[in-house]
């Protein structure tokens, strides 16, 4: 199907993204028939993320760097984009594809002139401003750095990923945190990592570090260190780059203006980080176990609200990858989408039924 039936770049949308090496090419990790390491490369592809999260009107809510492939869920936010003034606009495309570079090869400071050659031609700056809220673009910027890096680094020419990114759009709440846990516990399935804490390179490190960073500053505090407070202060919180979980309690919250580094305040559940956590953890201790454990009490108000038994979530978050295709959601949201799509039905409809309550 066409990408521009599937993503509406004129709607706000979540969307699982996967982008896929070629042949035996790696990624990141260790090739076991060369012995070449590749693992350098997984931080460049966080700080490139977290760079483009940055500069385009999307909202990261998790990703994970693995061997061969990468996974991010993003949601377009073409309303935010809107808000942004010309120069604003103009500055962050200048950011992307600099005429000019410093000596580290980094965007050079924009002058007014730069900048006002981007905003006097109109038809361009709504393209731009249309392609600063686009999924694809976003996926481009992050692919074509990182194809070129591992060619140079292998000296060859050619292909690095199979093909375009792979795009599903995630329909509801249970969807997304469904996807966002499938996606924080790869490293897990894998075999990679033992628990959420150490799996690096993923957006459940990145919230627990920031959680963890918060808390040394109060000890600080009252030893009277105040320069080394102020300094962390002006620093900004690791994973604040990354969408919130906990969804804005109103509009005021959400229309204040996000930190440095991310495109919203909107968040994307309605639980409190501290309960996505709490739930990742669980679900992780029941991948590397094998087999099914008691459900904590803090767990089932969660679960319920999602529409989800305790088995239907460690099945639809352990396989989300094989159960739905074109599409994730409950059987509502999916009938709905295949009606908006002029479909039948679409793949999973089966697995969304067998697997959430009637109740969702």
């Keep these: 199907m066409p990408r521009k039936f599937v993503v509406d770049d004129d709607e706000v949308g979540v969307y699982h993204c996967i982008n896929r090496c070629v042949r035996r090419a790696f990624l990141c990790g260790t090739d076991e028939v060369s012995g070449q390491c590749f693992d350098h490369r997984k931080q460049f592809i966080q700080d490139r993320l977290e760079f483009l999260a940055g500069v385009f009107g999307i909202d990261v809510l998790a990703f994970a760097v693995m061997s061969n492939h990468l996974h991010v869920v993003l949601r377009n936010r073409p309303d935010v984009v809107k ?32 900048l006002s050659m981007i905003t006097a031609d109109t038809e361009k700056l709504a393209e731009i401003r249309r392609r600063l809220s686009n999924i694809g673009w976003l996926m481009r910027c992050v692919a074509e750095p990182v194809a070129r890096m591992a ?21 509801d709440e249970a969807a997304v945190a469904a996807c966002m846990a499938y996606v924080d516990l790869n490293p897990i399935r894998a075999g990679i990592a033992k628990t959420p804490e150490s799996s690096q390179f993923t957006s459940a490190f990145e919230r627990l570090k920031g959680a963890k960073d918060e808390r040394p500053s109060s000890s600080r505090e009252t030893t009277g260190a ?31 203006r996000a930190p440095r580094g991310r495109a919203s305040n909107r968040g994307c559940l309605a639980m409190s980080q501290q309960d996505y956590l709490k739930l990742l953890d669980w679900s992780g201790h029941q991948l590397r176990h094998g087999k099914r454990g008691t459900i904590p009490t803090a767990l089932p108000p969660i679960l319920t609200r999602l529409g989800l038994s305790g088995d239907g979530w460690l099945t639809l978050m352990k396989d989300f990858g094989r159960l739905f295709h074109r599409a994730a959601g409950n059987p509502e949201s999916l009938a709905r989408e295949a009606t908006r799509r002029t479909v039948n039905s679409l793949h999973g409809k089966r697995n969304s039924q067998r697997l959430f309550q009637p109740s969702a």
Excluded: I, M
Aim: hydrophobic share 25%; proline share 7%.
């Design 226 to 256: 105040t320069e080394p407070k102020r300094q962390q202060s002006r620093r900004p919180r690791r994973g604040s780059w990354l969408s919130p979980v906990e969804l804005a309690r109103n509009h005021a919250s959400e229309s204040k």
């Design 151 to 171: 060619n140079r680094e292998d000296e060859c020419t050619g292909r690095f990923w199979e093909g375009r990114y792979k795009c599903q759009p995630l329909l």
């Design 83 to 114: 808000s942004w003034s010309d120069d604003e606009v103009a500055r962050r495309w200048w950011n992307l594809f600099p005429s000019r570079r410093d000596e580290a090869g980094e965007a050079a400071a924009p002058q007014d002139s730069d």
